[in-house]
């Protein structure tokens, strides 16, 4: 049987924790940043937990994570 593949663009995007929570960047901080106010830009910095309903499946695209 051979090797199961790590979905590449997933592994780009998320990371696993020891916990089998998930973690993510936030979006909407890649343009359009004028507009967005400074409170907003700060707090979408750093990571935060995928949601629990969704980290299942991440965690099926990365098997070895």
């Given at each position: ?26 979006a ?9 106010t ?10 935060t937990l ?16």
């Open positions: 049987m051979p090797k199961m593949k790590t979905k590449s663009g997933a592994a780009k995007r998320f990371k696993a924790l020891g916990s089998g929570a998930v973690k993510r960047t936030h909407n901080l890649r343009h359009i940043l004028t507009k967005k400074t409170k907003r830009k700060r707090n979408l910095r750093g990571m995928v949601d629990a309903s969704d980290a299942r499946r991440i965690r099926a695209m990365m098997p070895y994570v």
